[in-house]
């Protein structure tokens, strides 16, 4: 009875050692940079970690940028695991509402699209392997009794040079869905809430990263290609 007590006792401890660290960790990282411009090239290098255990990832220098947000939990006492909420950007999810629609003979899909806005990019649906424009809000289609569409981003790359010097992504692409009985259906499509404009920088992470002394030491990896500490600023 004494070894249960004791063993309860312990796991306790642990537990609220675990919580404490958990707060103490969350805050903005940044590296410590010596110099000035023209010296050097001002960078902007920060890592988020709130309490709720979400990161934001933010890396910009010169024509150069790059962004990610997920999740971060302790997978040992000393290191982060750093898991991205996006992990492919040719695999993006689609919200899918399906409905009815008068034309028994059609379907007709409907795209609340977060991005239209944004000129520089032109979308098409690709439905059963064949492409269609999709920089209008609705496309309506013949079609049998089943069909299989996805929904792809592509940027020309003049945009890329001219308009958009940030830009990695010129290719977004959605997860492939199916539709079954699909004369007479209203398929509404949009994005989850957080597929922004960042996402032609988005960079998808899967990381381990070291804490030690208010500090995290990112290793080479997928974030950074050398070795980078990032100091807790200051509240």
């Not at 009875?1 to 969350?26: D, G, P, Q, V």
């Not at 424009?133 to 013949?142: A, H, P, R, Y």
């Not at 597929?195 to 974030?223: A, C, M, Q, S």
Request: glycine letters at 4%; a positive charge; aromatic letters at 12%.
């Amino acid at each position: 009875m004494r070894i249960r007590y004791l063993s309860c006792f312990l796991f306790i401890i642990c537990l609220l050692s675990a919580c404490s660290l958990e707060h103490t960790i969350t805050g903005t990282y940044v590296p410590r940079q010596r110099g000035k411009y023209p010296k050097i090239i001002p960078t902007t290098f920060r890592m988020t970690l709130d309490a709720d255990n979400h990161f934001t990832y933010l890396y910009r220098a010169g024509f150069k940028k790059k962004y990610s947000e997920g999740t971060w939990l302790f997978i040992t006492k000393d290191t982060l695991l750093l898991n991205s909420q996006l992990q492919d950007i040719h695999s993006i999810p689609l919200i899918i509402e399906r409905g009815e629609h008068r034309d028994n003979d059609s379907i007709v899909f409907l795209f609340n699209n977060s991005l239209k806005d944004t000129s520089v990019i032109n979308w098409t649906i690709e439905v059963n392997d064949v492409p269609y424009e999709f920089n209008q809000d609705s496309l309506v289609l013949q079609m049998g009794d089943s069909c299989n569409f996805f929904v792809r981003g592509t940027i020309p790359l003049e945009v890329d040079s001219l308009i958009v010097p940030y830009l990695l992504n010129t290719k977004l692409e959605s997860c492939s869905y199916s539709i079954g009985r699909s004369k007479g259906t209203r398929i509404v499509i949009s994005f989850p809430h957080y597929i922004t404009w960042d996402v032609v920088y988005y960079l998808p992470i899967t990381e381990r990263i070291r804490v030690k002394n208010k500090k995290l030491i990112i290793d080479e990896g997928i974030i950074t290609k050398k070795r980078i500490v990032l100091y807790k600023k200051s509240d």
